[in-house]
């Protein structure tokens, strides 16, 4: 049942191409355009909407604080990303003209029910992005598109993350093309990009030995850092929260221009830092400040692992180890930066002993609030 891997999550590591793959069948038509149709709430609606709230947990959350660039850049609709868990007790400013989109691998997750009915209560359309079919959350949703990434076993989510990064995508270009709003070429060469970016994730896999061998090399460490901006933050979140809940060590995600606000002063002899670097083309700014980070943070003593872009040769002379992805586009590099951060997690827990798929205290389905 686990295909020749020792673990669940090993399994749904590598099935990422295809799950990816499969998010994507039959919702671009030959022309680039995007057919969603299971999202039946009217293009009327979907073009009064002057505001996008996102309520998710967990990964799940991480998924939709990317979601937020995308749609924001891409629709010039405002969206706002917050905890489920957190959501209904502030008293959330919702109304007809909000569309809510909750997040959730089970649909089962009462943290993120609770919010969904509470903002179908003051009049949103909900709109979930879910992986189980048929389960709580699209069922009280008004409507649903559902990630296609198969049963996820592995208590630690992987390949539902990353579908719920295309579904959110092809949500945000979705809206994009119905409101009218940037449908150009910066779109399709978007879509374009998505048809391949499992070829582009398989890539990565291929490549991930050195990963391993870094990670073991770091099973008695007591902390690790991760840094990142634009959308590279929360793929930092997600990298510590995934080391949190496999390795069962001390491990933060910070946006990098933060650093100098607090953070640096955690930098010590040795302290191993993931810094995820963002695409040197385009977006130089951020990259230069990264990098400056980078070198800010290694002459404390920081222990450098550094995950690039292929080409992007800046980074050379200050990354201690070096994890190369292929280039995207800005927006979508969470969907290939975030996989070597799921090896790097999975292969700390082994190299400490845990239990990969079902690590302590923690449950695959939150069905309680
Ligand atoms: C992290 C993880 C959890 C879930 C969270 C939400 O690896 O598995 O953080 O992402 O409990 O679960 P769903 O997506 O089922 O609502």
């Given at each position: 049942?686990?295909?020749?891997?020792?673990?669940?999550?090993?399994?749904?590591?590598?099935?990422?191409?295809?799950?990816?793959?499969?998010t994507?069948?039959?919702?671009?038509?030959?022309?680039?355009?995007?057919?969603l149709?299971?999202?039946?709430?009217?293009?009327?609606?979907?073009?009064?909407?002057?505001?996008?709230?996102?309520?998710a947990?967990?990964?799940?959350?991480?998924?939709?604080l990317?979601?937020?660039?995308?749609?924001?850049?891409?629709?010039?609709?405002?969206?706002?990303?917050?905890?489920?868990?957190?959501?209904?007790?502030?008293?959330?400013?919702?109304?007809?003209?909000?569309?809510?989109?909750?997040?959730?691998?089970?649909?089962?997750?009462?943290?993120?029910l609770?919010?969904?009915?509470?903002?179908?209560?003051?009049?949103?359309?909900?709109?979930?992005?879910?992986?189980?079919?048929?389960?709580?959350i699209?069922?009280?949703?008004?409507a649903?598109l559902?990630t296609?990434?198969g049963?996820?076993?592995?208590v630690?989510?992987?390949?539902?993350?990353?579908?719920?990064l295309?579904a959110?995508?092809?949500?945000a270009?979705y809206?994009?093309?119905v409101?009218?709003?940037?449908?150009g070429?910066?779109?399709?060469?978007?879509?374009?990009e998505?048809?391949?970016?499992?070829?582009?994730?398989?890539?990565?896999?291929?490549?991930?030995?050195?990963?391993?061998?870094?990670?073991?090399?770091?099973?008695?460490?007591?902390?690790?850092?991760?840094?990142?901006?634009?959308?590279?933050?929360?793929?930092?979140?997600?990298?510590?929260?995934?080391?949190?809940?496999?390795?069962?060590?001390?491990a933060?995600?910070f946006?990098?221009?933060?650093?100098?606000?607090?953070?640096?002063?955690?930098?010590?002899?040795?302290?191993?830092?993931?810094?995820?670097?963002?695409s040197?083309?385009?977006?130089?700014?951020l990259?230069?400040?990264?990098?400056?980070?980078?070198?800010?943070?290694?002459?404390?003593g920081?222990?450098t692992?550094?995950?690039?872009e292929?080409?992007?040769?800046?980074?050379?002379?200050y990354?201690?180890?070096?994890?190369?992805?292929?280039?995207?586009?800005?927006?979508l590099?969470?969907?290939?930066?975030?996989?070597?951060l799921q090896?790097?997690?999975?292969?700390l827990a082994?190299a400490?002993?845990?239990?990969?798929?079902?690590?302590?205290?923690?449950?695959?389905?939150?069905?309680?609030?």
């Amino acid at each position: 049942e686990k295909g020749g891997y020792d673990y669940f999550m090993l399994k749904e590591i590598a099935e990422q191409p295809k799950a990816v793959a499969d998010t994507l069948l039959g919702r671009i038509d030959g022309s680039g355009r995007l057919t969603l149709d299971e999202v039946r709430i009217p293009d009327a609606v979907l073009r009064a909407a002057d505001k996008v709230v996102i309520i998710a947990c967990g990964t799940a959350f991480h998924a939709g604080l990317i979601a937020k660039y995308a749609i924001e850049h891409w629709t010039r609709i405002p969206c706002e990303v917050e905890l489920a868990s957190e959501f209904r007790y502030r008293d959330p400013i919702l109304g007809q003209k909000t569309l809510v989109i909750a997040i959730s691998q089970s649909g089962e997750t009462m943290d993120t029910l609770m919010a969904l009915r509470h903002a179908r209560e003051q009049g949103a359309k909900v709109l979930a992005v879910c992986n189980t079919n048929g389960s709580t959350i699209p069922r009280e949703s008004d409507a649903v598109l559902y990630t296609h990434a198969g049963p996820e076993v592995a208590v630690a989510s992987t390949k539902a993350f990353l579908t719920q990064l295309v579904a959110c995508y092809l949500l945000a270009l979705y809206l994009g093309q119905v409101r009218g709003t940037k449908w150009g070429d910066e779109i399709h060469a978007v879509v374009r990009e998505l048809a391949r970016i499992g070829d582009e994730v398989e890539r990565v896999l291929e490549t991930m030995e050195p990963v391993r061998a870094l990670a073991r090399s770091l099973a008695h460490k007591d902390t690790v850092l991760f840094l990142g901006r634009h959308v590279g933050y929360p793929v930092a979140l997600e990298g510590a929260l995934k080391l949190k809940e496999l390795a069962y060590m001390h491990a933060e995600g910070f946006a990098a221009g933060e650093l100098k606000h607090g953070p640096i002063a955690l930098i010590e002899e040795d302290l191993p830092v993931v810094v995820v670097v963002p695409s040197p083309k385009g977006r130089s700014v951020l990259h230069d400040k990264i990098v400056s980070n980078i070198q800010e943070i290694r002459a404390r003593g920081a222990r450098t692992i550094v995950i690039a872009e292929e080409g992007d040769e800046a980074v050379v002379p200050y990354a201690d180890h070096l994890i190369r992805i292929p280039a995207t586009p800005t927006l979508l590099q969470p969907l290939v930066s975030t996989v070597p951060l799921q090896v790097f997690a999975c292969e700390l827990a082994t190299a400490r002993g845990n239990e990969v798929d079902q690590p302590r205290n923690l449950a695959k389905s939150v069905t309680v609030e």
